[in-house]
């Protein structure tokens, strides 16, 4: 087995004090919202590139990055995708979901109609990678797959979320739909299913509050 090689660390140095970047970027981040309400403003597939980019450097167990990131623009595929992620969703309200799980969708106001997925000029189909695909991988083991693939997916909303772009994080459950639709092979599965573009003008979100600090954050037991 050959030495691992290193290089020089180099550091990502910000323009202000640790606690005004943070601070900055906490504020900017809080203006994140999942967006139901999507214009069909085109967005270059330059942004979207982008935004993957920033995803792919997210840190993966063993480096594995066991993620790919479908973005599709295409119109008719994005009707094929809509009609049957709102096959799944009729199935949800009306047969699998049970009274806790409606009620608790009651506050975000959706039901089974999902025209941002036509709408939206890009959607980014994100799937988990069961096996290490990549040329010259050490093996095909892949490790932490759910963690890697979410704090990848967590660096997209933000990425797009800092170029002024809208998103939703939607989970049409089961997502086997996407795989066939998309021709995906079988040792890559359904994710997440993130429309991407700009908000309609007349866009509203739930009126929702987060936590606050002190009960996200404990410090020494
Ligand atoms: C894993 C995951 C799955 C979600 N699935 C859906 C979904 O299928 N449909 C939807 O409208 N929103 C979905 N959401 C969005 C949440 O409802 C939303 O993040 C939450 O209500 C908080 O709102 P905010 O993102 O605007 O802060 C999902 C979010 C996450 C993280």
Same mark, same amino acid.
């Given at each position: 087995?050959?030495?691992?090689?290193?290089?020089?660390? #180099?550091?990502?140095?910000?323009?202000?004090?640790?606690?005004?970047?943070?601070?900055?970027?906490?504020?900017?981040?809080?203006?994140?919202?999942?967006?139901?309400?999507?214009?069909?403003?085109?967005?270059?597939?330059?942004?979207?590139?982008?935004?993957?980019?920033?995803?792919?450097?997210?840190?993966?167990?063993?480096?594995?990055?066991?993620? &790919?990131?479908?973005?599709?623009?295409?119109?008719?595929?994005? &009707?094929?995708? &809509?009609?049957?992620?709102?096959?799944?969703?009729?199935?949800?309200?009306? #047969? #699998?979901?049970?009274?806790?799980?409606?009620?608790?969708? #009651?506050?975000?106001?959706?039901?089974?109609?999902?025209?941002?997925?036509?709408?939206?000029?890009?959607?980014?189909?994100?799937?988990?990678?069961?096996?290490?695909?990549?040329?010259?991988?050490?093996?095909?083991?892949?490790?932490?797959?759910?963690?890697?693939?979410?704090?990848?997916?967590?660096?997209?909303?933000?990425?797009?979320?800092?170029?002024?772009?809208?998103?939703?994080?939607?989970?049409?459950?089961?997502?086997?739909?996407?795989?066939?639709?998309?021709?995906?092979?079988?040792?890559?599965?359904?994710?997440?299913?993130?429309?991407?573009?700009?908000?309609?003008?007349?866009?509203?979100?739930?009126?929702?509050?987060?936590?606050?600090?002190?009960?996200?954050?404990?410090?020494?037991?």
């Amino acid at each position: 087995m050959s030495e691992p090689a290193f290089v020089p660390y #180099r550091p990502y140095v910000p323009d202000a004090s640790a606690e005004e970047a943070s601070r900055r970027f906490y504020e900017v981040m809080a203006k994140r919202r999942s967006v139901r309400m999507i214009c069909d403003r085109p967005v270059e597939r330059e942004v979207i590139e982008n935004i993957i980019r920033a995803a792919g450097t997210a840190p993966s167990g063993a480096h594995k990055q066991p993620w &790919r990131f479908v973005a599709v623009q295409d119109p008719a595929l994005k &009707r094929q995708i &809509r009609e049957a992620a709102e096959a799944e969703e009729r199935e949800l309200y009306y #047969r #699998r979901a049970d009274e806790a799980w409606l009620r608790d969708l #009651r506050v975000l106001g959706t039901d089974e109609h999902k025209p941002f997925l036509e709408t939206a000029p890009w959607l980014i189909a994100v799937f988990k990678l069961t096996m290490d695909d990549h040329p010259g991988a050490g093996s095909t083991q892949v490790y932490y797959i759910n963690e890697s693939v979410g704090i990848a997916v967590g660096l997209l909303l933000a990425a797009a979320h800092h170029a002024g772009l809208v998103t939703l994080t939607h989970t049409p459950s089961p997502m086997k739909f996407l795989a066939r639709l998309l021709g995906r092979p079988e040792y890559e599965r359904p994710y997440l299913l993130i429309p991407v573009g700009y908000p309609a003008d007349d866009c509203r979100v739930p009126d929702l509050e987060r936590k606050p600090l002190d009960e996200i954050m404990v410090v020494d037991r």
